[in-house]
């Protein structure tokens, strides 16, 4: 098993482009384990973590309800954000700048083939990285992501998931607010989810953290956590 990780920070980049990059590097290493089914080949899969940050886009999974974007086309353009339909699990949801958005490509024959292990280990991750700051964060039951006090009605989603998985290759991943502009969650149905509310590290904190900190302790419980040989 292969557990080294290539690590990338893509920056702030358009979402059609940043998916384009995706579905290029997850068909190519779904395309290797073919071949090494076909041929009999015990050629290495590479393992990427890619973190970056999009301009304001809404983005609805297989799963969701176009009707829980809130906006029209006019809309839309009003709030200089873009809308696409896309290949992951889930509902719809917001990616902005001030948010950490995760997309872990990895062959979880390298590591463990359980996707929702999966899910729950890269939610672990999100909630020690809010303890680093000293924010007490947890699992809503019946739900992905990660929530702060969940078992009350003040329960608030601070990091959102849908995945896509083949072959156990997996593309998409996570949103994480931290300095997010919580005010384009008023513009959907967050994951089509009416009734509870969207913070972020910023708003919890009453200042903004250093995106840069965030991002590596982040970086670090993913790792040790997956037990990732990261470069």
Not at 1 to 22: P, R, S
Not at 33 to 56: A, M, S, V
Not at 101 to 121: A, E, Q
Not at 157 to 172: D, E, L
């Amino acid at each position: 098993m292969n557990k080294k990780v290539e690590f990338i920070d893509w920056g702030l980049t358009d979402y059609h482009h940043a998916w384009q990059k995706q579905e290029a590097v997850f068909e190519g290493t779904v395309a290797l384990k073919t071949q090494n089914r076909t041929n009999n080949t015990q050629l290495e899969t590479p393992n990427y973590l890619i973190f970056c940050e999009h301009p304001h886009v809404y983005t609805l999974g297989k799963s969701g309800q176009p009707e829980n974007l809130l906006l029209d086309e006019q809309g839309l353009l009003e709030k200089k954000a873009t809308y696409y339909k896309i290949n992951r699990g889930g509902d719809i949801t917001y990616h902005g700048p001030g948010q950490i958005v995760g997309y872990p490509i990895l062959d979880l024959d390298n590591f463990f083939t359980d996707i929702h292990l999966y899910l729950r280990t890269l939610e672990e991750a999100v909630i020690l990285t809010l303890a680093d700051f000293g924010i007490a964060a947890g699992r809503y039951e019946g739900y992905t992501g990660v929530w702060l006090d969940a078992d009350n009605d003040k329960a608030r989603k601070i990091c959102a998931m849908g995945v896509r998985c083949s072959r156990w290759v997996t593309m998409h991943g996570f949103a994480f607010n931290v300095n997010t502009d919580l005010d384009y969650f008023k513009n959907i149905v967050p994951c089509g989810i009416d009734d509870k509310d969207v913070t972020s590290i910023q708003r919890e904190l009453g200042y903004a953290p250093d995106m840069d900190e965030v991002k590596a302790k982040l970086k670090g419980h993913i790792a040790r956590l997956f037990k990732m040989e990261l470069f």
